[in-house]
Structures are given as C-alpha cells and as structure tokens.
C-alpha cells in the first residue's frame, strides 16, 4: 500500500482499517470526510461539505466542483496532500492554513501561520482605494503580511510602483513567494517591492513623497483576545492581530506618518475594528494636515474603513 494510505490513529488508540486508495473525487471526499468526523468536531453531514469544500481550496476550483465531479479521477500525489490537509483542519486549523492557501479578489495566494489570512472584507478596501487613485505614483501597503493588498494593487491598479512594508521577516518571505508566482504568470501590471521595517520607516529612505498610503493594522486590544474565535485566537499571528491603546496605537502612529509621507491629495486608507472606526476618524480628523475624513462600510454594513486625503 503506499505511503500515506492509512487514516491516523482515532483518538482512543485503535485503527481504522486500511483502505485502498481510491481514484475519484468522490471517494477522496468520503475519505476526508471520515478524517473530518473522526478526529474533528464535526458532524457527519458538515464533514462531508467540510472535505468538498477542503477539495475545492485544494483545487483552486469553486466549492460546489466537488460534488458536481465526483466521477473525475484524482492523480496520485492530492491523496496525501489532501488528507494532510483534512488532519489540519481536524485539530482547528482554519481552512485557508490547511490547504494552505486562499483567494482574494481574482488572486489566489500562498498562506501559513506565519500571515493573517486575507478576509473578503480586505478586498472593498482595495476597491475604495482603486475608486479614488489614478495612473501613476507611489502605493504603499505597511503591514503587508501575505502581499495581499499589495499585490490586488500591482495587478489592478495603474501606479508606478507598489511597496510593501512589514517589521516581520517570516511574512515578508510569505509575500516574497507570492510575488514570485505571480511574476512568473504575468499577473502583475506593476513592480512590487518589499521593505522590512516598522510601517512607514523602511519607506523614507525610498521616497519623499508617496501617493497612497493603505494598510490593514493590527486593531484588536490585547484583553479582547479571549472574545476571537479559537481558530483566530490560537492560529494566527498575535503580531498580525493586537496593538496596543485598545487597539488604536498603530493606527493613530501610522496616522501621523503617513500624514510625513503623503504628497499634498495624496490618499491615507486604513481598515480599522468597527466598534472603533468613528475614533479613528476623529483622531485623523483632529490632525490638520488631513481633509475629507470619511468612514466607509464593509460587505456586512458595519463601518470598517477610514479614508483622508492629504491637505
């Protein structure tokens, strides 16, 4: 039987007879399915929508391929790819972490615990900045992490140069991978640098003045970590998620930078926690050198953004 055929152990120390590993789609989500339910929390129906969905993710295919496809024949190699995947996902990775990767917008990019995963919610925020940004200058996404804003940037947009900033190395070699792919399948429209170093810092010795300013900061207080989700909480990266100030320090500190870097109708775009966007606003608003301070919704109707322009 070859490598990986068999399901690991149940938890009370028996085997589950070996099977043989079978050719289709289906079979492989009734196999991830039994990994799913026997190790997981997970009943028998949301195992199975569970594993189609993993098939789907690992197939980079919409979640309903799956069942629609359950005649096509899998070759060799997704078996142990897939139940590896199926295991993770068992002990309470999120998905994007198990298949070890995840859409945004019309990309599809390489994740792991060392990067936040990309929310949809990330993605209206490079829509308002699209909406509001012309051809040319300088884009600039601090806390780049996955490369996701950076790259929907460089592959939708029209600026001369996109960078990309972290004060984490491991993300930046996240990114570094991302970039790469895409360069090699000629996504990208616009170079991407990356620049390590704390938000804008690592920028200054690049460029004076830049013409968008967006980022995705860490928000959350460090006593709210017991409200996340466990799949949030005890898989993604604490640097990634919590700042200090209930919350607000990074953001009102990367305020006060960008308001340094910005060109004069430059543009500041941050996604912010939406119990605490108006006090983002009033903090940029407060600083003179902003005008048209304004708090935009996400997909769900909840003030999620905060836009400005520079005087």
């Not at 993604?236 to 919350?247: D, I, K, N, R, V």
Request: negative net charge; contains cysteine.
């Amino acid at each position: 039987m070859p490598e990986g055929s068999r399901l690991p152990a149940r938890p009370n120390g028996s085997k589950r007879d070996p099977v043989a590993i079978p050719g289709t789609v289906g079979a492989l989500v009734d196999e991830l399915a039994a990994i799913l339910e026997d190790f997981g929390d997970f009943s028998a129906r949301d195992a199975t929508l569970e594993a189609r969905e993993l098939v789907a993710s690992l197939y980079d295919v919409p979640r309903f391929w799956a069942e629609a496809n359950a005649h096509v024949r899998v070759e060799a190699e997704m078996w142990p790819r897939a139940r590896a995947a199926a295991t993770q996902r068992a002990r309470g990775a999120p998905l994007a972490y198990a298949v070890g990767r995840a859409s945004f917008r019309h990309l599809t990019l390489d994740v792991d615990p060392r990067v936040l995963i990309p929310r949809p919610e990330t993605e209206v925020l490079v829509d308002l900045v699209l909406e509001r940004t012309g051809a040319g200058g300088v884009a600039v996404d601090v806390g780049t992490g996955s490369g996701a804003i950076a790259l929907a940037l460089a592959s939708e947009g029209a600026f001369d140069e996109v960078l990309a900033t972290d004060i984490c190395l491991d993300a930046l070699a996240v990114a570094r991978a991302n970039i790469r792919i895409l360069e090699a399948r000629r996504v990208l429209r616009t170079p991407v640098v990356l620049v390590q170093g704390s938000l804008l810092a690592p920028v200054r010795s690049r460029h004076s003045r830049v013409h968008v300013v967006v980022s995705n900061p860490p928000y959350i207080a460090f006593d709210e970590a017991r409200e996340l989700p466990p799949d949030v909480r005890d898989w993604e990266p604490p640097l990634a998620l919590f700042s200090g100030g209930q919350g607000l320090d990074i953001s009102a500190q990367l305020v006060r930078e960008a308001a340094v870097l910005l060109a004069g109708g430059g543009l500041l775009a941050l996604e912010v926690d939406a119990r605490r966007a108006s006090l983002v606003a009033e903090l940029v608003a407060r600083d003179t050198r902003y005008r048209d301070v304004g708090v935009h919704l996400d997909l769900s109707g909840r003030e999620r953004f905060v836009l400005a322009v520079r005087r």
